[in-house]
């Protein structure tokens, strides 16, 4: 019996699972091949000699049947290293079942798909389609708040939150950011001193109109007793940067923070997430005592979407009235753009998890009858 039809029915029970059929067709084919090869040459040599020294003419036909022999060799060593490659799919098919505790019980393609399809991960609860349809939507409150002007400040209001962003307010970013995230940062690292700039200012706004005097005749204690609170709860190293400009003589320029720093709540995260839901835990927790007031939200216009699908998904206090002062309604900063684009692509998926609610709170006011940008 030829060497190769010798591998073929050693191997043939094995044929069923795909990393046995690769032995043989493979490596296996390979060695047989070349054993194949070697006898024939072997045997050519001695068909030749022999075949010499005797006179017969036999010889010539041994010569034609083992360089047949050798042909079939050359033959398998080909087909062996044609279906090699093979191989490393059919390992990665073993350890896949050997993780999974899958038997594949034929090499049949039909029957494997049969396999894989119960194995079909669980569809999103929106699909492509659903998610261009809100892609359109979210673009469409974007515009529709970048045509909105900011509502004049009102003596009503007696809280000021302004949502923390990525860097702090020193313009530092955390070392944790993805290099993406990094990037599209690095692009404005003053977005948390933006916020607090324009919500002091409108504190500062606030309590001129309460103490019914010019906001150039402000004075310390003029603010300290009717300026409104301005809470931030940013993440444990944008809390502890906040309070150490807050007890600096210096602040951090442009007199930015001459608001005194007994009108800040300075609220941390402590066991809440680092993102937006996170702080509206932290309201749940520690503003949760207000009643019958008007708050002011402050954060740049990209971030309101998410804001205002948080409100009623994350109520704290009864009977609040909210008002957004949006940053950068005009998309001028370097990285407006891509942020929108981040919160049009994760709102959707927020939505699906459960953490935000379809439609924004009707309890937040873009606007006033006197507005101003």
């Given at each position: 019996m030829?060497?190769?039809?010798?591998?073929?029915?050693?191997?043939?029970?094995?044929?069923?699972y795909?990393?046995?059929?690769?032995?043989?067709?493979?490596?296996?084919?390979i060695?047989?091949?070349?054993?194949?090869?070697?006898?024939?040459?072997v045997?050519?040599?001695?068909?030749?000699?022999?075949?010499?020294?005797d006179?017969?003419q036999?010889w010539?036909k041994?010569?034609a049947?083992?360089?047949w022999?050798?042909?079939?060799g050359?033959?398998?060593?080909g087909?062996?290293?044609?279906?090699?490659?093979?191989?490393?799919?059919n390992?990665?098919?073993?350890?896949?079942d050997n993780?999974?505790e899958t038997t594949?019980?034929?090499?049949d393609?039909?029957?494997?798909e049969?396999i894989?399809k119960?194995k079909k991960p669980?569809?999103s609860?929106?699909?492509e389609?659903?998610s261009?349809?809100?892609?359109t939507?979210?673009?469409?409150e974007?515009?529709q708040?970048?045509n909105i002007?900011?509502?004049?400040p009102?003596?009503?209001?007696?809280?000021?939150?302004?949502?923390?962003?990525v860097?702090d307010?020193?313009?530092?970013l955390?070392?944790?950011?993805t290099?993406?995230?990094r990037?599209r940062?690095?692009?404005?690292?003053?977005?948390?001193?933006?916020r607090?700039y324009r919500?002091?200012?409108?504190?500062?706004?606030?309590?001129?109109?309460?103490?019914?005097?010019?906001k150039?005749e402000?004075t310390s204690?003029l603010?300290?007793n009717?300026g409104p609170?301005?809470?931030?709860?940013?993440?444990?190293?944008?809390?502890?940067a906040?309070?150490?400009?807050?007890?600096s003589?210096?602040?951090?320029g442009?007199?930015?923070l001459?608001y005194?720093?007994e009108?800040f709540?300075v609220?941390d995260?402590?066991d809440?997430?680092?993102?937006?839901?996170?702080?509206f835990?932290?309201?749940?927790?520690?503003?949760?005592?207000?009643s019958?007031?008007?708050?002011?939200l402050?954060?740049?216009?990209f971030?309101f979407?998410?804001?205002?699908?948080?409100i009623?998904k994350?109520?704290?206090?009864?009977?609040?009235?909210?008002?957004?002062y949006?940053?950068?309604?005009q998309?001028?900063?370097p990285?407006a753009?891509?942020n929108?684009?981040?919160?049009?692509?994760?709102?959707?998926?927020y939505?699906?998890q459960?953490?935000?609610l379809?439609d924004?709170?009707p309890r937040?006011?873009?606007a006033s009858?006197?507005s101003?940008?």
């Amino acid at each position: 019996m030829p060497i190769h039809q010798y591998v073929e029915t050693k191997f043939k029970p094995w044929d069923t699972y795909p990393i046995a059929s690769t032995f043989y067709s493979g490596p296996g084919r390979i060695v047989a091949g070349l054993a194949e090869v070697a006898s024939g040459v072997v045997l050519t040599i001695l068909a030749i000699t022999c075949g010499w020294v005797d006179g017969r003419q036999e010889w010539r036909k041994q010569i034609a049947q083992h360089a047949w022999q050798i042909a079939l060799g050359l033959g398998d060593i080909g087909r062996g290293f044609v279906v090699f490659v093979p191989i490393l799919g059919n390992v990665a098919i073993y350890f896949w079942d050997n993780a999974f505790e899958t038997t594949l019980p034929s090499t049949d393609p039909k029957e494997i798909e049969a396999i894989f399809k119960v194995k079909k991960p669980k569809e999103s609860k929106y699909d492509e389609k659903e998610s261009i349809d809100w892609g359109t939507r979210l673009r469409g409150e974007l515009d529709q708040l970048k045509n909105i002007k900011n509502p004049q400040p009102t003596s009503e209001i007696t809280h000021v939150i302004v949502f923390s962003a990525v860097a702090d307010c020193n313009g530092n970013l955390p070392s944790d950011l993805t290099l993406e995230e990094r990037a599209r940062a690095e692009k404005n690292k003053q977005d948390d001193r933006q916020r607090l700039y324009r919500g002091i200012t409108l504190a500062k706004e606030v309590a001129a109109l309460k103490a019914r005097k010019k906001k150039e005749e402000l004075t310390s204690e003029l603010i300290k007793n009717h300026g409104p609170i301005i809470v931030y709860n940013g993440r444990d190293d944008q809390n502890a940067a906040l309070r150490t400009v807050l007890n600096s003589a210096e602040g951090i320029g442009d007199n930015i923070l001459d608001y005194p720093k007994e009108k800040f709540q300075v609220i941390d995260l402590k066991d809440a997430p680092l993102n937006t839901k996170g702080q509206f835990l932290s309201f749940q927790t520690h503003l949760n005592s207000l009643s019958n007031t008007t708050i002011a939200l402050v954060s740049h216009m990209f971030h309101f979407p998410r804001i205002g699908r948080m409100i009623e998904k994350y109520p704290f206090g009864t009977d609040l009235k909210f008002y957004g002062y949006k940053i950068d309604r005009q998309r001028r900063l370097p990285n407006a753009r891509e942020n929108e684009q981040v919160e049009i692509t994760n709102i959707p998926r927020y939505i699906s998890q459960g953490d935000l609610l379809s439609d924004p709170s009707p309890r937040i006011t873009y606007a006033s009858p006197r507005s101003t940008a």
